[in-house]
């Protein structure tokens, strides 16, 4: 009996949970921090407390220069986060211009499954990371680190570290909004490490990859290249970009033999008519990019793809993290300074711009399902 991946991924989830949720309760996990129930677990810790402490009073000036740049980087972020999602709004309603779709993670729906492995890397490296720069942020300010932990709901994973909340708010606004803003800052930083990562450990693009083939299509069906394969050359012609293998296919009709030079040998493949009369050969392309390193293919791309979603989560969480939005960051960012300035009225202030940030969140995303419907990445 075969499985399709989605029934996979979620028998791998069912057992997942329950598996963990028998641990707890054959070995008392809740003695030793953790609170597991079907579906979601949360630990606690405070081992991590002193090593928050040395790495604030270790080179502490660098910590405080990276806080306050990381102050500037919040500013920054949030105007940036604004305007993304106004401007979006914009581009639905201009012909000239494609709007980005904006869609929740679901797994199968708006994620392929196949991006799952590199995606749970990428959150555990940026959401570790972030929360590390608030704890550290934390202790630069003096403001008390009760406890650190992560935790997960079904198959999102977050980590926190616990602040002293009554002294987080008796600390000076500058000294709030520099904790505030260090985790996005950090986000940010690591975005571009990573980006810098991918360019100089892989050359120009170089060919054709395979992300995935159609079923029962031209390719899987003559030739047996299967995702990750790379085409290089089609009737003798280059395609190093997607640019360049679309320009290609372009001029093709239905019907025709194409000769295919690719990374399992070569094939002659006979196109397909597409959904709208053109001629495919049944994949969905992107970009090949080879190891500067010489790396075993399999290795090479498996680098490449946990780099990229590193590089593509950070930015994405740095952005998102200075939306003036409940639970993020820059809700309170936000709120803090205009408490200042403003005596009356303070609650409904708040509630304004979470209104005002809700808004912008869900007309993108009830636009991009109206437009886009639900098309997996």
Not at 52 to 73: C, E, H, P, Y
Not at 191 to 218: D, V
Not at 342 to 353: D, L, N, P, Q, W
Request: zero cysteines.
């Amino acid at each position: 009996m075969s499985f399709t991946p989605e029934l996979t991924f979620l028998l791998a989830l069912v057992a997942f949970w329950a598996v963990l949720y028998a641990l707890s309760r054959v070995f008392h996990l809740e003695k030793r921090g953790w609170d597991v129930k079907p579906a979601f677990f949360m630990y606690k810790s405070k081992g991590l407390n002193s090593f928050i402490d040395r790495l604030a009073n270790k080179r502490r000036f660098m910590w405080l220069t990276f806080s306050n740049i990381g102050l500037a980087f919040g500013v920054g972020l949030m105007i940036f986060s604004l305007y993304f999602f106004a401007n979006n709004l914009v581009r639905f309603f201009t012909p000239t211009v494609q709007a980005a779709p904006v869609f929740p993670v679901l797994p199968g729906l708006t994620i392929r499954l196949y991006w799952m492995p590199y995606f749970f890397v990428a959150v555990a490296v940026v959401f570790l990371s972030h929360e590390l720069a608030h704890g550290v942020a934390f202790r630069l300010e003096n403001i008390p680190v009760l406890s650190t932990g992560v935790a997960m709901v079904l198959v999102f994973f977050a980590a926190f570290v616990e602040q002293d909340e009554k002294e987080f708010e008796k600390a000076s606004l500058l000294a709030r909004l520099r904790a505030l803003g260090a985790g996005s800052a950090t986000n940010l930083v690591t975005a571009l490490l990573f980006l810098l990562l991918l360019e100089g450990l892989f050359a120009a693009p170089a060919g054709i990859m395979i992300q995935e083939t159609l079923p029962n299509g031209p390719l899987e069906r003559e030739t047996g290249l299967r995702q990750w394969d790379v085409i290089y050359q089609i009737d003798g012609t280059r395609v190093p970009t997607l640019e360049d293998f679309y320009e290609f296919m372009e001029n093709k009709t239905p019907g025709v033999v194409l000769a295919l030079y690719t990374s399992k040998g070569n094939f002659n493949v006979t196109t397909a008519e597409g959904s709208e009369g053109q001629a495919i050969l049944g994949l969905h392309p992107t970009a090949y990019r080879p190891s500067r390193l010489g790396l075993e293919h399999n290795m090479a791309v498996n680098l490449y793809w946990t780099l990229f979603w590193v590089h593509l989560i950070a930015l994405s969480l740095a952005i998102f993290n200075m939306l003036p939005l409940y639970p993020f960051d820059g809700e309170r960012f936000l709120y803090y300074p205009l408490a200042g300035l403003i005596t009356k009225h303070k609650r409904e202030v708040r509630g304004a711009i979470n209104a005002v940030s809700l808004g912008l969140i869900a007309l993108n995303m009830f636009l991009s399902l109206w437009k886009y419907g639900l098309r997996p990445i």
